[in-house]
C-alpha cells in the first residue's frame, strides 16, 4: 500500500512539474526517494525498498478492507498459502532487494516509456527541459517539505480534512496537550472514518450494479452480490457512529487550541483562519461544481454533430464558460485558493481573462487555438482548488502548532 502511494506521489509530482513546464524523465526513482523518506520520517526500518511496519504502528497505515477485483481473494487466506507454498518448495527461494523491472531488459527504456504515459495528456511537454535525475529528487525533497505536516498532529490530518463548523465552540477551560488529543487512538479512529467512506462508496456502486461482479470480500470474508445492501447499511452505521465521534473530538481539538491562545492578537488572527477555511469549504463545492459543469457541457466537442445541433450546444456551452470566467477569478484573489498560484498559472489566466469572449466555433470548424486556452485554465482551475485547499488546509494547522508550542 505505501508502495502504491508513493508511486501516485511520484505521479502526482510529475504533474506539477509539467504545470511548471519541467518534465521529469523517469519517476521510478522518485518513488523508490519517496518510500526512503517515509521510513526515515516514521522511524521505519527499509526491507528490500519498502518501509516495514510493524504490527503496533498500523494505524497510521489503515487500508481498505474491501476487496473486489480478486474474486478469490479470501480462499484460502494469505497465511494458508504462504503455508502451503513453504511445503511445496524443493529448495529455499532466494530473495532479493532488487526492484522486479530490472530483471527486464533494458530496465531505464522501459521506466523512460512508462514515465512517457503518464506525461502523454501534455501536447507540449516534448519540448520542456528535462530535469535531471540530482534536480528532479531536489525538487521532489522541497516538495515534500512544503507538504509535511507538523508533527505534533501524529498523521492524525494527513489524510483528514480539518473542517470548523460555525459557530467555534468556546475555549477549553483547561489546554488539552496535543499529545492526548493525536494519540495513537485518535489517529487510528480517524483513519478508519477515511477508510469506510472510500469502502462505502465502492459497495453503492456495488449495490447500482455500476460495478460488475458476483461476489467481492470484505474484511476476509466472502460476499455475494445481494448481500451487499445488507453490508452497506452495516458499514454506514458503523460510519455514522465514528463521525460523531470524530465530530465532536475536532470541537475539543478547536476548544483546547483557542484556549491555549487565550485572548490575545494571536487567538483573534487565529479565529479569522477559522472563518476563512469554513468559508472555503463551502467555496471549494460551488466553484468546483462550476468547473465541473463547463466540462460536461462540453462533451459533445469529442462528438461528430451536424453544423446546426454544434451551433446550438455552443450557446448552452458559452454560458457554462462566462460562470467559469466568474469562478476562475474569484479562486486567483481567494484568501486560501490563491496560495496555489503560480507565475505559470497567473500568465494563462491573463491570457484567457483579457478577452470578454472567445470564439470556440468558426463557420465550420472549432477554433483548437481558443479551445486550448480554455482547457489549460480548467485544469489550472482544478490544481488551485485543490493544491490552495491543501495549502491553507497546512497553513491553519501550522499556526495551531504555533499556539500550542508557545502556550
Not at 195 to 204: A, E, N, R
Request: aromatic share 8%.
Amino acid at each position: 500500500e505505501l508502495a502504491a502511494e508513493c508511486y501516485q506521489k511520484a505521479v502526482t509530482f510529475t504533474g506539477l512539474q509539467l504545470v511548471e513546464s519541467r518534465r521529469v524523465a523517469n519517476l521510478y526513482p522518485l518513488q523508490a526517494l519517496l518510500l526512503q523518506e517515509t521510513a526515515r520520517k516514521d522511524g521505519l526500518a527499509l526491507r528490500n525498498g519498502l518501509p516495514d511496519v510493524p504490527a503496533g504502528g498500523q494505524n497510521k497505515y489503515l487500508t481498505s478492507r474491501l476487496t473486489f477485483d480478486q474474486q478469490w481473494a479470501s480462499h484460502p487466506a494469505v497465511e494458508d498459502r504462504i503455508s502451503h507454498l513453504n511445503l511445496a518448495a524443493e529448495a529455499p527461494v532466494e530473495t532479493t532487494a532488487a526492484l522486479a523491472i530490472t530483471l527486464l531488459t533494458a530496465p531505464q527504456e522501459r521506466e523512460e516509456a512508462l514515465t512517457g504515459l503518464v506525461t502523454r495528456d501534455y501536447p507540449d511537454s516534448e519540448s520542456f527541459p528535462q530535469l535531471s535525475p540530482a534536480e528532479s529528487r531536489q525538487f521532489l525533497l522541497e516538495q515534500e517539505d512544503q507538504n509535511e505536516l507538523p508533527g505534533l498532529y501524529n498523521g492524525y490530518y494527513d489524510a483528514y480534512n480539518l473542517i470548523p463548523e460555525a459557530p467555534l465552540p468556546a475555549p477549553a477551560t483547561t489546554v488539552i496537550p496535543p499529545a492526548d488529543l493525536f494519540s495513537s487512538a485518535a489517529v487510528k479512529r480517524v483513519n478508519e472514518l477515511t477508510v469506510l467512506d472510500y469502502d462505502l462508496i465502492i459497495l453503492t456502486a456495488i449495490t447500482k450494479r455500476e460495478i460488475d461482479l458476483k461476489t467481492f470480500d470484505y474484511d476476509g470474508q466472502k460476499y455475494r452480490r445481494r448481500q451487499a445492501e445488507a453490508l452497506l447499511s452495516d458499514l454506514q452505521n458503523q460510519a455514522e457512529k465514528l463521525r460523531e465521534a470524530v465530530a465532536q473530538h475536532e470541537q475539543e481539538v478547536i476548544a483546547s487550541v483557542l484556549a491555549a491562545a487565550g485572548t490575545t492578537e494571536q487567538a483573534a488572527a487565529l479565529r479569522g483562519r477559522f472563518a476563512d477555511f469554513v468559508a472555503a469549504d463551502g467555496d471549494y463545492k460551488r466553484l468546483l461544481a462550476t468547473l465541473t459543469a463547463v466540462q460536461e457541457e462540453g462533451t459533445f466537442l469529442q462528438e461528430t454533430l451536424p453544423y446546426d445541433a454544434i451551433r446550438h450546444r455552443m450557446i448552452k456551452f458559452d454560458a457554462r464558460v462566462a460562470d467559469f470566467r466568474q469562478a476562475l477569478s474569484e479562486a486567483l484573489e481567494h484568501p486560501v485558493y490563491a496560495l496555489a498560484v503560480n507565475p505559470v498559472i497567473r500568465e494563462d489566466a491573463d491570457k484567457f481573462l483579457a478577452r470578454e469572449q472567445w470564439t470556440y466555433f468558426r463557420k465550420d470548424h472549432y477554433d483548437e487555438a481558443a479551445l486550448e486556452v480554455l482547457s489549460i485554465n480548467l485544469t489550472n482551475l482544478e490544481f488551485l482548488l485543490n493544491r490552495g485547499y491543501w495549502l491553507g488546509k497546512r497553513a491553519l494547522l501550522q499556526e495551531m502548532a504555533a499556539v500550542w508550542q508557545s502556550a
